[in-house]
């Protein structure tokens, strides 16, 4: 594991800071963690921040899914399937913090995210308590395109084996989201406080596999978005 951490001043009224972490394992795809946040603070009473972060991480057997099979009595008569598992994610945290008299204030959070995941080699373990996989290669996995999707029949032992073929959809996807939320406090008399509250969220999945950020921003600000108003309101009642 490696990390290196770079950062200025945080009481200037601009800071940066860095934080790239690398994981470089022994089993398995390494994983590359890049993160900054850039803060900006043009008066005493606002503070703006942004945060990027790139994650590129992966698996070499990540599970896609099981069925009964009784030729594989070491797993209790039933076949576990993985794959090795490619993976890219961004994101990006704003921040925005307004103070526009010690009883009003505006603060803002919103964070896209965009992810891909690319699914190649299926694969099995060959016994409990190992690391040895099987992976399925030339006539043990096969694939077509079925109503418009990518689908894979493996046979788990090949043509001449006892074990039955079966069906697997592609599990590649794309996963773009977006969250965020608006709150203004107005402390209206003392003790007494009214939040006027806004969220909004929005997702949406495709089953592409490969990391296209312009096309995968299109598609997350044409997803649907769900909004939500909230009012809150406390009183202080004196004794």
Do not use: C
Request: no cysteine.
């Amino acid at each position: 594991y490696h990390q290196v951490f770079l950062g200025t001043d945080a009481r200037k009224r601009i800071a940066l800071s860095l934080n790239p972490n690398f994981n470089d394992y022994d089993y398995g795809p390494d994983a590359l963690n890049l993160n900054a946040t850039l803060t900006w603070k043009p008066t005493t009473s606002v503070q703006l921040s942004l945060g990027p972060s790139f994650n590129r991480s992966g698996s070499v057997s990540q599970f896609v899914t099981s069925l009964e099979d009784p030729t594989v009595p070491q797993f209790y008569g039933r076949r576990y399937i993985f794959a090795e598992l490619h993976q890219k994610q961004l994101a990006m945290s704003t921040r925005a913090n307004v103070t526009f008299t010690p009883r009003l204030t505006f603060e803002l959070f919103a964070q896209p995210l965009i992810a891909a995941g690319d699914y190649t080699t299926f694969n099995e373990y060959v016994a409990p308590r190992k690391r040895t996989l099987h992976p399925f290669t030339g006539n043990e996995v096969s694939s077509a395109i079925v109503n418009g999707r990518r689908q894979y029949t493996i046979d788990p032992d090949g043509p001449s084996g006892p074990a039955a073929s079966f069906k697997v959809g592609d599990p590649d996807f794309n996963f773009r989201a977006l969250r965020g939320n608006a709150v203004v406090r107005w402390e209206y008399r003392p003790g007494s406080t009214l939040f006027f509250v806004w969220q909004q969220n929005r997702s949406d999945t495709d089953p592409i596999g490969n990391f296209d950020f312009a096309r995968d921003r299109s598609a997350l600000f044409d997803s649907h978005p769900d909004n939500i108003f909230l009012v809150k309101g406390t009183y202080w009642i004196a004794f």
